[in-house]
């Protein structure tokens, strides 16, 4: 299995409140990704990172921001965290763009009450 | 805009065999996905085609046709653990993954 975890595993958070998700990989892999899973929506994609510092929007990146300051490190960040952000989380890595697959991490459920 | 189609649910028998559908409207190709998905975990990788034809890799299968812009994974001598949600992504023109919605397959006895 790819090395990645992601932290927390599970979170519940108030309105209003920031919250910063981390995914670690131990892989070396250029592209990360984070994706929000929700009943009746494929994966939608939040923002995405093709190396250090390098990164760009997805789908549904109102609302997120993203840092990538190591090759290994990429955190996700809600900055004031709404209802409609609670959802699964899920962080994926591949090589490359072209004919690799992307590994995914165990994922972070968060609740914004 | 892009669009990914399978079926919300199937039911199968164990022993049997089942085809799960997807068609897709996307802007531009650059390979379909196949991943499975067990009800609180995390989606991994099961089948990977960008020509046409069939992909066999042992019970899983998989099929496109571009011109169609249609696939299909097939499981043969379904098993209770695959009982599970099955995803369907195009890579676009942008190489980003577009996904499905899924596809829940319960395996009855």
């Known amino acids: 299995d790819a090395g990645i975890t992601q932290s927390p595993r599970h979170k519940v958070t108030e309105t209003g409140t920031p919250v910063t998700l981390r995914c670690h990989q131990t892989?070396?892999?250029?592209?990360m990704y984070w994706y929000r899973q929700d009943p009746g929506h494929g994966l939608r994609l939040i923002h995405y990172?093709?190396?250090?510092?390098?990164?760009d929007k997805g789908e549904v990146s109102d609302g997120y921001s993203v840092s990538r300051s190591k090759t290994e490190d990429f955190l996700l960040t809600l900055e004031s965290a709404t209802s409609s952000q609670t959802s699964v989380y899920f962080c994926?890595?591949?090589?490359?763009?072209?004919?690799?697959?992307?590994?995914f991490g165990p994922g972070t459920r968060l609740t914004v009450t | 805009g892009q669009n990914i189609d399978q079926p919300t649910e199937m039911t199968a028998t164990e022993g049997a065999i089942v085809q799960i559908n997807c068609t897709y409207q996307?802007?531009?190709?650059?390979?379909l996905f196949w991943y499975q998905q067990h009800a609180g975990e995390a989606p991994t990788f099961l089948s990977y085609?960008?020509l046409d034809g069939l992909e066999e890799k042992g019970r899983f299968s998989s099929f496109l046709s571009r011109s169609k812009g249609y696939s299909y994974l097939l499981l043969k001598e379904l098993q209770m653990k695959d009982s599970a949600s099955y995803l369907c992504?195009?890579?676009?023109?942008?190489?980003?993954?577009?996904w499905g919605a899924g596809t829940k397959l319960i395996i009855k006895p």
């Open positions: 992504a195009v890579r676009d023109s942008n190489y980003q993954l577009i």
């Open positions: 892989e070396n892999h250029r592209y």
């Open positions: 994926a890595i591949s090589e490359s763009v072209q004919g690799y697959e992307q590994y």
């Open positions: 085609n960008v």
């Open positions: 990172s093709y190396g250090v510092k390098d990164t």
């Open positions: 996307t802007s531009g190709f650059n390979g």
